[in-house]
DNA sequence: GACCAATATTGGATCGATCAAATCCACATT
DNA sequence: AATGTGGATTTGATCGATCCAATATTGGTC
């Protein structure tokens, strides 16, 4: 005989688990539904020793607020909706994603996810998201210039926030980003400080905003220091490509030091280094960018991003916006500074610490 | 219409929407409420003729049924919780994540994130999810030998499906995995074919379940074949540390092959042979695990999980479980064969195609 | 034409919270 | 003692769907 001591075959070890309500918690606490709902969100309305008796009843029924039902009252999810994108060509995009999780958490708010083929399907899918979910934001990503989904969400009051500037334009929503060339300058102010100055680039090939920006800070620090400033490199993010790119800086100059757009870039330049028999770190200094756990298993410098940071802000400014706060003025834009991770790869002959750290923000 | 257009200065813009329900649908199709929901989830109980008029008039009106309202009473939220890790050392994860995402969407479920830092965290945080939001069920990732949260799950009869088996334990709950012995075997296989003799493998140290699955697919093909199994080269993910592994394994024999137990490993690998001068695919081939974005990029012959398919058939699996079959029998378990993705670091001396080509190159 | 079964359609109650307005109450004011 | 005041609390209506029971319609049979 089988274990089963059932007799109906469908659902028998169904517990009936009644869930307490509000009803069940002013029933115990001996007050009216209402006035449960507003020790939790209008505390200021309740008398202390009152709310002391109906915090007690919702601790000991465990009580939770159940939000579908909240939802269909005050219309408002506490839902932010992400999406995620087919090409895993964004080497920091988990790490956003689990730093954006725990920043919307921290307020009690929850990331939903949704795909999209392209900005016009994305837009498509808005409709979809706001008419049946009721998704109170959302977080963008991969901005460029002519971008549609912001002008068609500000259209409908649909609070948004965008992890990236909008390159060329003003913005009437507000944006989180990060100073690529913050960063490239930070890098090659370090390697300046430990002596060198003969320090290449290799980079993207010129026209992409993000690209660009981080060519420039390589190259106005170099000017600022007075050294000259050699031809970049240039390179997609393919480790074969990257490679021959680097093959070909090397042999117009000899640099001492390399600063790379990308750890890809700077992974196909290592290659080429170590079939020259460059050490890198003793024999050229090589910096990344992004640190993305592929620079921390080849003990590779890089800049990084900041991402828990850029999370945490598009959270703040995207919650606050959904919120109905007092008033909100205008848009708010956020503009973190980067972080140079040192590792091996820029070797042992590290300078003493003239470059401070970035830690304040600048907003 | 000019319902008394308001000059307040604030939510001038606000077009105030009013958003189609079930009752406005039926007073426009000349119906009741109730019938207008049949059309929709009961549509043999509706007389065909009536059932056009109710359509038409839910396309004009553009009606999307409002989930809140529904889960309210359903109890259903059509939503389902994974769990987001901080480490991003899964290169594969965000592949996965996009995968579910619209493995799920295709069925109309969406994907709710959440963080833990370990199991027992994970566990709280379903009383929340489970309380709170309402979810569905639950994706999970990395089982581990004696994991608490598949029994805690179905101690109260809350769906769930893990990609990953229970590894020597048998499970109450469906699952998917990818068989990792039946890769190797197959690359393999693969290389045997092509005429190779001396093949190694490059892995991690024992002891691990993935690893050790994806050793004795290496092995047993060699005995299988008659070949001699060499010592196999043991690393961790770390680029430095698998290259020195491949220099051991190099000095200690010299294969015209070398199959690793990741892509990590396997570029590892590459760059201890680019130093050597033995240039992949020509002097030697080499076979990556995971057919990450490193794997394309490299241009290195990977052995591809499949995710698109274990992402289908755990969607599959959840929803089944969630939504009120007829009867469901034992639970479910599937076990993917992985595809090897063939590129240039196994070389220009293809062999007659044995092993099928996977579709399109993933561009 | 009356009757019945099967099918189609309707109206009211409900899920669990918030909102809006009414009521209660203690205390100061006239 | 009657009145006003304002904070604390309660009551009834509501969000938008489904569930349930009651009723209307249809078609077949005698």
């Known amino acids: 005989m089988p274990d089963s001591t059932v007799a109906s075959a469908v659902d028998v070890a169904r517990p009936a688990i009644v869930r307490p309500t509000l009803d069940s918690v002013a029933e115990r606490a001996g007050v009216s539904r209402q006035t449960v709902s507003n020790v939790l969100n209008s505390p200021h309305m309740v008398r202390s020793d009152t709310a ?4 007690l009843a919702i601790s000991e029924l465990g009580y939770r607020p159940h939000l579908a039902a909240k939802q269909l ?10 999406r995620v994108a087919k090409v895993g060509t964004d080497a920091v995009f988990d790490r956003f994603l689990h730093a954006i999780t725990e920043a919307a958490s921290a307020r ?3 990331i939903m996810l949704y795909t999209a083929v392209d900005d016009d399907a994305e837009i498509a899918a808005y409709d979809e998201l706001l008419g049946r979910w009721d998704i109170d934001g959302f977080i963008l990503t991969a901005t460029h210039p002519g971008d549609l989904r912001t002008s068609y969400l500000s259209d409908r009051n649909v609070p948004c926030v965008s992890f990236g500037r909008p390159w060329g334009e003003s913005a009437a929503h507000p944006w989180v980003d990060v100073d690529g060339g913050a960063g490239t300058a930070a890098a090659t102010e370090y390697l300046i400080a430990a002596g060198h100055t003969d320090i290449g680039f290799l980079g993207w090939p010129t026209g ?14 170099l000017r600022a220091a007075g050294l000259k400033v050699p031809e970049p490199g240039r390179s997609t993010n393919d480790l074969t490509e990257a490679r021959a790119a680097a093959a070909v800086l090397l042999d117009q100059h000899a640099p001492s030091a390399l600063i790379c757009a990308s750890d890809v870039l700077a992974i196909g330049a290592l290659a080429e280094l170590a079939a020259r028999g460059l050490r890198p770190g003793h024999d050229i200094a090589v910096v990344g ?16 991003q900041r991402l828990e940071a850029v999370a945490s802000e598009c959270a703040r400014l995207l919650i606050d916006l959904v919120e109905p706060g007092p008033d909100a003025g205008a848009p708010e834009h956020v503009l973190l500074t980067p ?6 790869s820029t070797g042992h002959f590290r300078p003493s610490p003239v470059i401070p750290h970035p830690q304040g923000e600048n907003q």
Chains 1, 2 share one sequence.
């Open 289 to 304: 960018f992004d640190n993305s756990e592929l620079a921390n298993v080849t003990g590779l410098t890089s800049v990084d």
């Open 73 to 82: 009252r005050t219309r408002r999810s506490r839902v932010l909706g992400l």
């Open 208 to 221: 992409s905003a993000v690209g660009d920006d981080r060519h420039s800070g390589w190259a106005r620090t």
């Open 52 to 55: 002391d008796r109906v915090k």
């Open 108 to 110: 009690d708010y929850r």
């Open 339 to 344: 972080e140079l991770v040192a590792r091996s």
